[in-house]
């Protein structure tokens, strides 16, 4: 207990991002629950709520993906963390497939999440999804321009040359994206795809804000976006004049992805831990998803206002495998079709 209680202290002082509910002075008691966080997303509500319903109290340390999992792995048994929390389903599989999380057996969260947004063993769980969807400039398209279909794939037509914006390749938001057409299609026809994006002269953005700022003053007329960002806008201007497509539904559905946790191998509070996730599936879903205007994963929660007004979508199946495993093909695709 020494030692954790050492450890944690040393990976709060640390830590580049302090702690959320904020790491005590050294020496003071650690909280029940460590999370290793790396969702960049206002978390202060909901955990504090969790806090006040049971008395569990939770600490975070908050990094990138990569670099919380490397800590995790270095740290290995004597890791404080007890879950594991991050965006993208890639990203959970990989640290499951690394062994760093812990089977649950929770009938809880399998009657919360849907099959596809969870790990079949259990090692993990999506909390809140995100649809990766299109987003264009009213005042220059007209929704029957788009391919009710294939919406990704329609953007290679050529009526839509000098039009494009979208992420760049390095942003796991296009890599989870392009491995989900591979998935569905095939590297053949996926490479065609990313090719012909390029050959439309597709205009590379560096994060989704820039991106709808450029619709919004039409700039770029048509766009690919996480559909938070879009309501986040909403909220501070609703006159911002930017629209939301579905993309595909007339065919394989819109790309969604999920941030998501899992219990971290080796936690010597999996009780609370469990409890912590089984209750952000649950009775804590909205307090969780609201604050960045998620889905919520659980079909018993209503989405918020603003993501409530673009409409019921289908969604592609996720397949959290694929993102994982496809995820290097998708860089390597990537660069082959000239796509920076
Ligand atoms: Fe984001």
Not at 111 to 125: E, F, K, N, T
Not at 192 to 203: D, F, L, Y
Not at 277 to 286: D, M, Y
Request: with cysteine; glycine share 8%; hydrophobic share 45%.
């Amino acid at each position: 207990m020494f030692r954790r209680r050492l450890l944690a202290a040393v990976a709060c002082l640390t830590a580049l991002t302090a702690a959320l509910t904020g790491c005590g002075a050294v020496g003071a008691k650690p909280a029940d629950l460590q999370i290793y966080s790396a969702r960049h997303y206002d978390l202060e509500g909901a955990f504090g709520q969790f806090t006040e319903e049971t008395g569990i109290t939770v600490e975070f340390i908050s990094g990138g993906d990569a670099e919380l999992l490397e800590r995790l792995k270095a740290e290995g048994e004597d890791s404080p963390a007890d879950v594991f929390m991050t965006v993208d389903a890639g990203n959970l599989w990989n640290a499951a497939r690394q062994n760093e999380l812990a089977k649950l057996d929770s009938a809880v969260l399998n009657d919360a999440v849907p099959q596809d947004l969870r790990d079949p063993q259990g090692r993990w769980y999506g909390l809140a999804m995100r649809a990766r969807t299109i987003t264009y400039n009213p005042t220059k398209v007209d929704v029957a321009e788009f391919d009710q279909a294939e919406t990704y794939a329609g953007l290679t037509d050529p009526k839509w040359k000098g039009r494009l914006c979208m992420r760049d390749a390095t942003s796991s938001y296009t890599q989870s994206l392009v491995a989900s057409l591979i998935d569905l299609y095939g590297r053949e026809k996926a490479l065609e795809i990313a090719k012909g994006w390029v050959a439309n002269e597709v205009q590379i953005m560096s994060n989704d804000v820039l991106l709808l700022d450029a619709l919004d003053a039409g700039t770029c007329h048509v766009g690919i976006n996480n559909h938070y960002y879009l309501a986040r806008k909403i909220a501070e201007k609703p006159e911002f004049n930017v629209k939301l497509f579905w993309a595909s539904q007339a065919g394989a559905g819109t790309h969604v992805n999920i941030s998501g946790a899992g219990l971290v191998e080796g936690s010597d509070n999996a009780e609370d831990a469990q409890k912590l996730i089984e209750w952000l599936a649950t009775k804590g879903q909205n307090a969780f998803v609201d604050a960045n205007r998620e889905f919520p994963v659980n079909p018993a929660a209503q989405p918020e206002a603003i993501i409530a007004g673009f409409g019921e979508f289908k969604r592609m199946p996720l397949n959290a495998d694929a993102y994982g495993d496809l995820n290097a093909a998708a860089v390597d695709l990537l660069a082959e079709a000239g796509y920076k």
